[in-house]
């Protein structure tokens, strides 16, 4: 393998996890989702899509604690922001990874041409 192709494999990976993130952006929209527990109904608890007036106890199953909650507004702004997050990540993933094949691809070109 060639020191070229390792630079493109190397810069083909920023291409895809830039893909992942604007895919995950892309899907994240609709409603709510609870990671945490729903407390529905007294005692009933579940995780899952929220529904409107219902809380989201962020819970943290590693060390078994509560992280706060979030009503259904807060949490489907919550995924907003995550979602913008999401896709100023892979804009900017995606960009670097096209700046460096297009960086080697064009340096390629140009060595192959004098050669």
Not at 7 to 34: I, K, S, W
Not at 46 to 59: A, F, I, V
Not at 79 to 88: K, L, N, P, S
């Amino acid at each position: 393998m060639s020191f070229r192709g390792l630079l493109l494999g190397l810069f083909a990976v920023p291409v895809v996890v830039g893909g992942y993130f604007l895919t995950e952006a892309a899907t994240a929209g609709g409603t709510p989702r609870c990671d945490g527990i729903i407390q529905a109904y007294g005692d009933a608890e579940r995780s899952g899509p929220m529904k409107p007036g219902e809380t989201c106890d962020l819970y943290d199953f590693t060390d078994s604690r509560s992280a706060g909650t979030r009503t259904y507004e807060q949490q489907r702004k919550a995924q907003e922001e995550g979602a913008a997050d999401d896709y100023r990540a892979g804009g900017w993933w995606l960009a670097y990874g096209v700046a460096g094949l297009t960086a080697v691809t064009v340096h390629l070109g140009l060595r192959r041409g004098r050669g």
